[in-house]
């Protein structure tokens, strides 16, 4: 029964991402960067690899030692507080595991969970898989005034009122995950401080998936939620190297968290992976310590990846905007999703029948949003497709050529 819970979910990701395999397609479907992490993380792996046999061998069960000391450094001095190295940091296989061990080792059989959709596809499984029961609340776009100006992810806001009602005795915890994947959008200080009064409110804790947090655009600054007054306590932030330093290949993540709550998550660690591999976590390590020196300057690749796909995003909505499809902006992350409410409707979500009708016909691939909601919310919201924009401008550009082509 287990398997069969995960698959349903995570089997359309698994057709999207083969079907774009088996045509060939120029892909912008799956997230991940179609270029090389920068040129200081290469060498910091190459380095690692050419070091002493430790490099090679096993390290400290939760983290090796440099990895942990610089992560607790660098997020200590965002969230403004002191982090402990040992007993408060995880390191895990991708963030994806982070969050495996988050709602294992804190869901009990029959918690709920508040999910905000759209939501990473995973959750709901992850979840269920622990024993809990998902509730869903949806960021709905806001009513705009007839030509205001271009959508933006930024008008997709929760209700504060729904979303207080999710919460009840049985709400263990809420997901939320900022800058978001599908849609692209930064929670503001005054979004998360209203979620952040409903945790402490009811003693819920808060899973924020955070593995976009360097990529914002225009000027939107990304917040922690940890770093309001009393979520320190509660929050698991959850990040991943590979978003960081474009390397979705290392699989390298981790959990940050107060000691109570992260003993649970790495007696689950302890008892799959057990550890991570010790090079990648050296050379993250060393990516990470270059960035505390540089942090805020030009030179810094926080600053950098972020100016360059904001490039990239802008060259995506133009030439989706040109083949006559309505993009709404993204204040962050690596996606792109656009409104299909003019085109016709199928029996088949109309998502799904899009996506699979460019992947084979005119070999683009996309990712369907609706696979991003609960089942009993897909139909309220298959008019939307989502595209990946960290991508090579070659890649971009051959998406552009099909796009103009068929328009
Ligand atoms: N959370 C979100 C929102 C994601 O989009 C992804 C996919 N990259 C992950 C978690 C998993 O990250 P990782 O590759 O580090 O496991
Ligand atoms: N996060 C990426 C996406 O949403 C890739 C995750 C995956 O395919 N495992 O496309």
């Not at 591999?277 to 270059?290: D, L, M």
């Amino acid at each position: 029964v287990k398997p069969t819970r995960l698959l349903c979910f995570c089997s359309d990701r698994l057709e999207f991402t083969q079907l774009a395999a088996d045509h060939r397609a120029v892909n912008l479907g799956q997230g991940f960067p179609d270029f090389s992490p920068p040129t200081f993380i290469q060498e910091a792996l190459r380095e690692a690899l050419s070091g002493g046999y430790q490099m090679h061998q096993y390290t400290r069960v939760f983290g090796h030692p440099p990895l942990v000391r610089i992560l607790a450094k660098f997020f200590g001095r965002i969230v403004g507080r002191e982090i402990d190295p040992f007993e408060d940091v995880l390191v895990t296989a991708g963030a994806y595991q982070a969050l495996f061990c988050a709602f294992q080792a804190l869901i009990e059989e029959g918690d709920e969970v508040i999910l905000v959709e759209p939501f990473f596809d995973c959750y709901q499984p992850m979840v269920e898989l622990a024993g809990g029961k998902t509730v869903h609340v949806s960021l709905r776009p806001s009513q705009k005034v007839e030509g205001s100006g271009v959508p933006s992810s930024g008008d997709w806001v929760l209700s504060p009122e729904e979303l207080a009602s999710k919460f009840n005795p049985r709400t263990k915890a809420i997901v939320i995950n900022t800058p978001n994947n599908p849609l692209g959008k930064v929670y503001k200080t005054e979004e998360l401080q209203v979620i952040a009064d409903l945790c402490v409110r009811h003693d819920v804790l808060c899973i924020s998936d955070e593995v976009y947090e360097w990529l914002t655009y225009d000027g939107n600054k990304h917040v922690k939620i940890a770093s309001l007054p009393g979520m320190w306590e509660r929050t698991v932030t959850i990040g991943s190297a590979g978003k960081t330093f474009s390397a979705t290949g290392w699989k390298l993540g981790w959990a940050i968290s107060s000691v109570h709550n992260m003993k649970n998550l790495k007696i689950i660690h302890l008892g799959s992976v057990y550890q991570c591999p010790t090079a990648t976590q050296e050379a993250v390590a060393r990516g990470f310590e270059r960035e505390y020196e540089l942090f805020g300057t030009p030179e810094s690749y926080f600053q950098q990846l972020p100016a360059m796909l904001h490039q990239k995003r802008e060259k995506l909505a133009s030439c989706l905007g040109a083949a006559g499809l309505q993009p709404v902006m993204p204040e962050g992350g690596y996606f792109m999703i656009v409104d299909l409410s003019d085109q016709s409707t199928e029996d088949e979500p109309k998502d799904f029948t899009f996506v699979k009708w460019l992947t084979k016909e005119k070999g683009l691939a996309t990712m369907p949003v609706s696979t991003f909601y609960s089942p009993e919310h897909r139909r309220e919201f298959s008019q939307y497709v989502r595209f990946c924009f960290v991508k090579e401008d070659s890649t971009l550009n051959a998406a552009e050529d099909i796009l103009r082509k068929w328009s």
